[in-house]
């Protein structure tokens, strides 16, 4: 009878993640924390400065209109994976609230299909995203398909209202892309300014 106590209390630590070996726990102080995940990939910094009207972006307040032209895989930045050359939110673009936002999209990678949609996450992208755009029709056909999407050498045009300021992203839903740093900052703000940070 003693013998099957014993055998039962083995099991039932074995089965509660208690079969470690006594001698490695002896090795270790109680008040060890426990070890920390790996660390993420560093997020390039917001960029600051002055806001610029570079060519790619034109503003009609008469209209309550910003037109944007982005291209995806406009330098061989990334592999390709980025827009009008900016990665890992190193542009932000700045429109009023209210404005209707005009995009055409471009994509210019010589092999790859993209897309592209404003989210209302700004970082930490996983492979995977789920194509629900902050705003209604604030997103190109086919987002995650890597047969369907914006093909190489092909355009669509996207229009929507940024109808509630805040701070948001744009990303290409291919899975992996955003993650990997193909995305900019999108902020749409509540005093009227307007323009591009951190565009060459």
């Known amino acids: 009878m003693k013998r099957f106590a014993t055998l039962s209390l083995v099991v039932a630590l074995a089965a509660c993640g208690g079969g470690e070996s006594s001698s490695n726990q002896a090795n270790q102080p109680a008040s060890q924390p426990a070890a920390e995940p790996a660390a993420q990939p560093t997020e390039a910094a917001a960029p600051s400065g002055p806001m610029t009207m570079p060519d790619w972006y034109q503003k009609d307040d008469a209209t309550k209109t910003v037109s944007l032209t982005i291209t995806a895989g406009a330098t061989d930045a990334n592999n390709h994976w980025n827009f009008n050359g900016g990665t890992h939110g190193s542009i932000a673009i700045t429109v ?105």
């Open 96 to 200: 009023p609230e209210g404005y209707t936002v005009k995009i055409h999209f471009q994509n210019d990678d010589p092999a790859m299909a993209h897309s592209m949609g404003i989210v209302a996450q700004t970082s930490d992208f996983g492979a995977s995203m789920d194509p629900t755009p902050a705003f209604p029709g604030a997103i190109t056909t086919n987002p995650t398909s890597m047969t369907d999407a914006t093909l190489p050498g092909k355009s669509e045009d996207v229009t929507f209202t940024a109808d509630k300021a805040g701070n948001y992203a744009m990303v290409c839903f291919i899975p992996g892309h955003a993650a990997t740093g193909m995305y900019l900052l999108f902020n749409v703000s509540s005093d009227g300014s307007a323009g591009v940070q951190g565009a060459a």
